[in-house]
Structures are given as structure tokens and as C-alpha cells.
């Protein structure tokens, strides 16, 4: 069953070129409401729980790196069909194959730098927002 909850994460490379605002403004546009929102910084040992499921992949470790070398801005949205929605609105992880209009084709410089997380599926939503936020920051 489709929940109306996802995550996101703006990643380094977004807030180190001073997306934020633009980013965000494209996920109120979409029809989005922020349910709870921060900057944070992941260390090390966040990053590795994290991105556990791509322990075994080669990328894993620029992907460590990647992640903790700058602040994050990690958010709960909300609307109807969350998931499926938000992860049309970021577009594909290559940017060069992204759509027009999506948050990659308009932030993302590459594969790796693609400005943008989304969840997956409902219960990564669940379990990604859990590792950021507890109860008391959703509103």
C-alpha cells in the first residue's frame, strides 16, 4: 500500500553550489509539503549505515566520501502518491538522461554529483526518514 510520505536528501554537490533554495522551491511547486526539514553534516560511520545496501558495489567508498565532504539538507515530504511522484520530479540518476524539468536535468552534474536522493519505495521512505529525524521533528 502506497504511503503519502518520502524522503529526500540534498547532497553536497547541490549545497555547496547554492541550490537549496531552488531545490526546494521545486519540491513546493510539485505539490510537496515539507513535514520536517534540516542541514546536518553525515560522518563517516552515518554515511556507511546509510548506504549499507551498496556495501558490495565499487562505488561504496567515493560514495562514503562523497556524502560526508559537505552539509546535507535531509527532508520528509508529503503528498498524495509520495514515492512515485518525487522520484518522477528528480528524474533520472544520470542527469544527461534526465528529463526536462526534473531536479537532475536543472542541478545534477553527473552520475555520482547527482544533487538529489529520493527514496525508492515506501518502506525505504520509512525506514530513511527514521534514520534522520525522530517523531517529535515531523510535524
Known sequence: MA??????????????????GAILEKINAAGFKIIALKQTQMTKSDAEVFYEVHKERPFYG??????????IVAAILEKENAVADFRALI???????????TIRK????????????????????????????SGRDIF
Open 3 to 20: 504511503t503519502n510520505r518520502t524522503f529526500t536528501m540534498l547532497k553536497p554537490d547541490s549545497i555547496e553550489k547554492g541550490y537549496t
Open 91 to 101: 528524474g533520472a540518476t544520470n542527469p544527461e538522461d534526465a528529463a526536462e524539468g
Open 62 to 71: 567515493d560514495l562514503v566520501t562523497y556524502m560526508t565532504r559537505g552539509s
Open 106 to 133: 536543472a542541478f545534477a552534474t553527473s552520475m555520482s554529483e547527482n544533487a538529489v536522493h529520493g527514496s525508492d519505495s515506501d518502506e525505504n521512505a520509512a525506514i530513511e526518514s527514521a534514520f534522520h529525524f
